[in-house]
Each structure stands twice: as C-alpha cells, then as structure tokens.
C-alpha cells in the first residue's frame, strides 16, 4: 500500500519568515495531494490541494509544488502569522484513500 | 451550507461495550469516509462508503468494527465489544460524486471515544 513520509516533525519559524514542509509517497499511483491544517482538538481543515497533472499551486501565501519523478511535494508558507501555528498533514490519495502523513507541528514565535 | 456533522462530540464506553459514531455528510456529498486518529498521530484510513455500498474497507480492524451508509439518515460507524485500544479520536469525511475520484474530503468535527 501507500506510505506517506513527511519531515520535518516540528518547526518553529519566526513571524515573518517562510516555513517549508516535505513529503515523499511510495506509489506512483497516487493522483491527488491535499494538506490539511489541525489545531489542537479541532478537525483537520484543507488548505490546499494538488493533482498530478500541474506541478505548482498558490493560493495567496500558500503554495504546494509537486515532483512526480521524484514522488515528493512540499507545502510553502511564507509571511508566516501566530495563527499559523497549527500541526500540517500531507496525504496522497489513491481512489479516494487518504494516506496521510505523521504531520509537523508548526510553531509561529512572535 | 452545513458541514459535516458528526456526533456525538465524546463518547464514553466501558470495556465490553458497544460504540455507535454518527456522520451525516455535507449536502449533495454521496462519499463518506471514516479514519481514525490515535494521540499525536496522523489519520488512518478506515473505509469508504457510499450510499447502501460499502467500496473499501481495507483500513478497518477483521473484528469488531462495521460500517454502514443507509439510503435514509447518517452513516454508522460501529464498534462492538470495545477495548482500551479503541480509544481515538474518529474523524467522517465526505465528498461529491465525480468522475475521476480527486474532489478534497472535508472532514467533521470527529468523535472522542474514550474507553475505561
């Protein structure tokens, strides 16, 4: 089946500063990369997504860049604010099963 | 547009007891999708339904677990004869019908299951 690695485990950033989160999946299969954001006790919440066929999104300070040779993608957070601070997830998806990442969990110092 | 609804929030079960989570999905969403999440981990797949049709169940443990999505009201995740190990955090998801099976999976507020 899929395995999802995802790095680093934590982060803390400075406010201002750009975060970088990377995954790395196993099967060529996958087709779809969404990230969702956690904060403690709440629901994981989509933030962004990726399909196999486009290589970059940007949503605002948000951007996700896939490399399908490479089976890796990243999330890019730049300007980041406190209400950043939250734990991230990666997933691949192959026929609608999420496989998620263990998550990083970001930390935005003010 | 409501998101989707799960309930209850927490659920208490003693050892040997039943545990009935419920999900009804966004409006107009016909996929519904159950994971689990254990303490400081990442969300597991458990199965993927759709209306009166289970479609993979892959994630979900041999014993003790079931899931249903009936043609009227929520879907059921059901887990019989509870164990300490059960206790997670249960996330439903949903998403449209689509041809091509990549539409984002908005997720539920979850249910905390807790086991004494």
């Known amino acids: 089946g899929e395995n999802v690695e995802q790095h680093p485990s934590t982060l803390s950033v400075q406010e201002g500063d750009s975060a970088v989160i990377k995954c790395t999946y196993s099967?060529?299969?996958?087709?779809?990369f969404p990230w969702y954001k956690q904060e403690l006790g709440k629901r994981p919440q989509l933030i962004i997504d990726?399909?196999?066929?486009?290589g970059e999104k940007k949503d605002q300070r948000i951007a996700v860049t896939l490399n399908k040779t490479a089976k890796h993608f990243s999330l890019h957070i730049t300007e980041t604010q406190p209400e950043d601070s939250a734990v991230y997830f990666c997933a691949a998806s192959i026929k609608r099963q999420l496989t998620f990442g263990s998550g990083t969990q970001l930390t935005v110092l003010p | 547009n409501a998101g989707v609804m799960q309930n209850p929030r927490h659920l208490v079960r003693r050892r040997g007891q039943e545990a009935r989570l419920r999900c009804s999905p966004m409006?107009?969403?016909?996929?519904v999708y159950w994971y689990r999440q254990l303490p400081e981990e990442g969300l597991k797949f458990m199965v993927y339904?759709?209306?009166?049709?289970?479609?993979?169940e892959s994630g979900m443990p041999k014993e003790r677990f079931s899931a249903e999505f009936p043609k009227e009201g929520p879907s059921i995740l059901r887990i019989q004869q509870v164990v300490r190990g059960d206790s997670a955090a249960y996330f439903c998801a949903s998403s449209p019908e689509t041809g091509d099976g990549n539409q984002p999976q908005h997720f539920g507020d979850g249910t905390r299951l807790s086991i004494l």
């Open positions: 409006k107009g969403h016909s996929h």
């Open positions: 339904l759709q209306k009166e049709n289970i479609i993979d």
């Open positions: 990726i399909r196999s066929n486009v």
């Open positions: 099967d060529s299969a996958s087709n779809y």
